[in-house]
């Protein structure tokens, strides 16, 4: 192996890692030891793999690194809502917020996939930053497992549903998105349920048949905004490729392969995507397949010029399709005294 470069091997699939210990001659069960440490236990030096003999500890150190995720800087809403700013092992940031509803005993990290991201949604923050890099599985994992003890010790709780929803489009970073949710959900790493987690898109249609394909066990959202192609191909240049009617058969798709939930995402912007015509627009892509839809206040963003719609007019807009037999759920914003909130995060602190 080569001695001037250390991976961290978190970077290795059970199989690669199983493979490299039977060819040091090291019996089969010292993989799982391994595993155990780095995933459920999460520990951070291979000194502290206590079970494991010096030799295997002396290869492992000289040959592989662990590269956690820390804690850099922490705020706390008025509201409950906890925003973690994340140093990666390069000094890069990203962001995590932990989204407590007590009173519903639900307990929710929005998590990050992508330093930055590179698809500019004319109202998002993170859309305004140049994207860097693609976030590893392990890095992923860690803002799950590090929000996790958060909830704990402010909440007495453990978390109970992940979104992906924070900085970067997941899709655009597919394989390692798909690694970190086999980690949570394997009984060999957080033992979440699928079922918990939800991962959102811009709406990438080659992508979403992918998931259908790979038979994927978690929901998805799409962050819509607009029911036409004209106003979304104004705030969100991806449309120009991905247009509704290729997103509608990408779902469609992804319903029939998966029977998984989706949900629609809907920033309600004041007289751009409010209206009762609006309205009668989106009904037409709710009826394609089961949807729930999420209207999501819009949060000030500087130098953007939208405003968000008044809240009677969101609540006239959403009883609209609720008496047409559509799942509406009015998603209040959480957060927006730290710059928690949805379209927000981008690294400010």
Known sequence: MDKTYKADIRTLTKEALTELILEQGW???????????????????????????????AFLDQNFTILPVQVDHIQKSIDGTIKSRMKLHDDLLVESVL??????????VCVSSQVGCSLNCSFCATGKMKRVRNLDASEIYDQVVLVNQQ???????????????????????????????????????????????????VGLAKMIRKLADDKVRFNL?????????????????????NNLQSLM???????????????????????????????????KFCKIFPVR???IEYNNIS?????????????EFAKYLTNRGIMVTIRRSRGKDIDAACGQLANKG
């Open 27 to 57: 019996p089969r069960y010292r993989v799982d030891q391994i595993w155990d440490w780095i995933w459920k236990k999460r520990r951070v030096s291979f000194q502290n793999f206590k079970n494991l003999p010096k030799d295997i500890l």
């Open 99 to 108: 989204i407590p509803v007590r009173n519903d005993d639900r307990y929710t």
């Open 151 to 201: 909830t704990q010790e402010n909440y007495g709780h453990n978390l109970t549903n992940i979104v992906y929803m924070g900085m970067g489009e997941p899709l655009l970073n597919y394989n390692n998105v798909l690694q970190s949710i086999e980690h949570i959900t394997s009984p060999e790493g957080l033992g979440m349920s699928p079922k918990r987690i939800t991962v959102s898109t």
């Open 221 to 241: 959202a799409l962050s819509l905004h607009a029911a036409d192609d004209v106003k979304r191909s104004t705030i969100m240049p991806i449309n120009d490729q």
């Open 249 to 283: 058969d990408a779902l469609s798709y992804f319903h029939k392969e998966t029977g998984n939930r989706i949900s629609y995402e809907y920033i309600a912007f004041q007289n751009f995507n409010d209206t009762l015509e609006d309205a009668a627009n989106l009904l």
């Open 293 to 295: 839809l999420n209207i």
């Open 303 to 315: 130098g953007v010029n939208f405003e968000k719609s008044k809240a009677s007019r969101i609540d």
